[in-house]
Nanobody, 116 residues
Framework: QVQLVESGGGLVQAGGSLRLSCAASGSIVSIPYMGWYRQTPGKQRELVAAIIRGGSTNYEDSVKGRFTISRENAKNTVYLQMNSLKPEDTAVYYC??????????WGKGTLVTVSS
């Protein structure tokens, strides 16, 4: 199963931008589903954005128009470009991959903190 490592989190002021990266240990060309999730203390992990092998994407309503998910197969990496950040975007962001057998893999997460 592929291993995932997230990076790019940090502290940013409201209105700012960050780009998260999710680097996979192997090729992601054949991985049909990759997504970004986030979690805050006391809450369930929620889907932020997902991209399937064909390139289709979907987004959680609160991030539509602000976040963009993309995948660069040549670098085995998935990105999450986050613009116009809000304090409520503060969370630990996780990358997830699901293979054709339905098995999923998660990264350990990267913390995003948006100050008001």
């Amino acid at each position: 199963q592929v291993q995932l490592v997230e990076s790019g989190g940090g502290l940013v002021q409201a209105g700012g931008s960050l780009r998260l990266s999710c680097a996979a240990s192997g090729s992601i060309v054949s991985i049909p589903y990759m997504g970004w999730y986030r979690q805050t203390p006391g809450k369930q992990r929620e889907l932020v954005a997902a991209i399937i092998r064909g390139g289709s994407t979907n987004y959680e309503d609160s991030v539509k128009g602000r976040f963009t998910i993309s995948r660069e197969n040549a670098k085995n990496t998935v990105y999450l470009q986050m613009n116009s950040l809000k304090p409520e975007d503060t969370a630990v962001y996780y990358c997830k991959a699901v293979n054709w057998r339905g098995e999923d893999a998660w990264g350990k997460g990267t913390l995003v903190t948006v100050s008001s």
